[in-house]
């Protein structure tokens, strides 16, 4: 018996009516409000950003502080202000930011946005280095290495630095003895500059935006 034959696909009928193809005509797109051109002008990159820092610098975020400090004491995105880009390192530094505190430092060196301090420069150079910011040591050295104790007039042992008056940070000492032989004469230059470093903490966050 032969293989039956494979069945071929059935075919369609031919409609007894002509077929007409319809094709749209295109139409014109018009115009919405979205192509329309705006009034509103597109907000710079440096404002921008110093907005959105400013946002986190306002919540007590240490790197946002100290970022900010860099763009007050650059004027970028922000009016150029020293002793405002100081506040905010200051902020940052007692918080702990490595940045900041040697931010501050060159700002305490150089004397910009508040009065030069070289043993204030020392004492955030010095927390800078301790937590490993290296740019930090050059300076923390040459700075070392021109103190004097503000009662005997000794420079630090070799490998030892001098002890600043923690309230102030403007008088330095070789030792406790020296220390206590000094508190009369320090005692009111240590209230003014404790006063003036606390004024420096708690100046507010300027808002801008």
Not at 88 to 112: C, I, M, P, T
Not at 161 to 168: E, G, R, S, V, Y
């Amino acid at each position: 018996m032969p293989p039956p034959l494979p069945l071929a696909p059935p075919s369609t009928p031919a409609p007894p009516w002509p077929i007409e193809v319809v094709v749209a005509a295109p139409t014109e797109e018009k115009e919405g409000p979205a192509d329309a051109p705006s009034d509103e002008k597109e907000e710079p990159a440096d404002e921008k950003a110093a907005r959105l820092y400013e946002q986190a610098a306002l919540q007590g975020y240490a790197p946002a502080l100290g970022i900010l400090g860099l763009m007050y004491a650059d004027g970028w995105g922000v009016p150029q202000d020293d002793a405002t880009a100081v506040s905010l390192y200051r902020k940052a530094a007692e918080k702990g930011d490595a940045d900041a505190q040697y931010n501050l430092g060159q700002s305490f060196a150089h004397g910009a946005g508040v009065t030069a301090s070289p043993t204030e420069a020392a004492w955030w150079f010095r927390h800078a280095a301790e937590q490993g910011f290296e740019e930090a040591r050059e300076p923390l050295a040459m700075l070392d290495a021109a103190q004097r104790c503000s009662e005997c007039g000794k420079p630090a042992k070799e490998g030892k630095h001098l002890h600043a008056c923690p309230k102030c940070l403007s008088a330095v000492y070789c030792g406790r003895t020296c220390q206590t032989k000094h508190w009369e004469a320090h005692k009111a230059p240590c209230k003014r500059g404790g006063k003036a470093r606390e004024a420096l903490l708690s100046a507010p966050i300027p808002e801008l935006f």
